[in-house]
């Protein structure tokens, strides 16, 4: 089985920003992994948030935050 990344979800996830609370507005991969950490013990919102805030909580657990970073460098939001 081969797994292939869908490009476009990574381009909206490194340009997803936090809808509402304490970090509205921020990039996802700008959230402190304590915040992260908190949804996951909480519960994450359902639907798209909760699936990409998720996927970030796995990323910066796995110090995969440069390739977010370079995502959002290489290919700016338009």
Do not use: C
């Not at 013990?41 to 699936?51: A, H, I, M, V, Y």
């Not at 910066?60 to 959002?72: D, F, H, S, T, Y």
């Amino acid at each position: 089985m081969e797994l292939k990344p869908d490009s476009k979800k990574l381009l909206e996830l490194a340009h997803y920003r936090m809808p509402f609370g304490k970090y509205k507005e921020r990039y996802l991969v700008d959230l402190p992994l304590a915040y992260l950490v908190w949804f996951r013990q909480k519960g994450f919102p359902s639907g798209k948030l909760g699936e990409y805030l998720t996927t970030m909580l796995d990323i910066k657990e796995n110090g995969l935050e440069p390739l977010i970073r370079k995502i959002q460098k290489e290919f700016p939001k338009e």
